[in-house]
């Protein structure tokens, strides 16, 4: 399995802050700008990205590293000590300025590469298949 990076956070934000009014900039690679055609019709996203500075890789983890909570299994947490260490955020787009994207709500850490920009979908807006 081969993934690339397709940008890179630009962000304040650090371990265990609460992000969700935090503005942040996903640079995406020049290579890749072109995949962001329209993008600016979307209102939220749903971003992917790398832990980067994660060293751990647990199956049980107390949730926001907090040992006076119970255990968890790491599929049932946020938490970046996982087997692949992915992470997975739903952001509000701000505003598109080339390749950057302008967003409210990115969790990540400055640094962080990206490796993959989704539109998101919710249930209700989902098509009903015509059978």
């Given amino acids: ?34 995949g962001l055609y329209t993008i600016e019709r979307e209102r939220e996203l749903v971003i992917l990205y790398v832990f980067d500075r994660s060293e751990g890789r647990a199956l049980k983890v107390h949730p926001r590293g907090d040992p006076s909570t119970p255990l968890r299994g790491v599929f049932a947490t946020r938490s970046p000590d996982r087997p692949n260490r992915i992470g997975m955020t739903t952001v509000e787009l701000i505003r598109r300025e080339g390749r950057l994207l302008h967003v409210k709500g990115l969790d990540a850490m400055d640094g962080s590469p990206v490796i993959d920009i989704k539109p998101l979908i919710r249930p209700d807006q989902r098509p009903i298949s015509q059978k």
């Fill in 1 to 34: 399995m081969r993934i690339v990076p397709i940008g890179y956070v630009r962000s304040t934000a650090t371990a265990g802050m609460d992000c969700r009014e935090l503005e942040s900039v996903v640079e995406v690679l020049p290579e890749f700008e072109e």
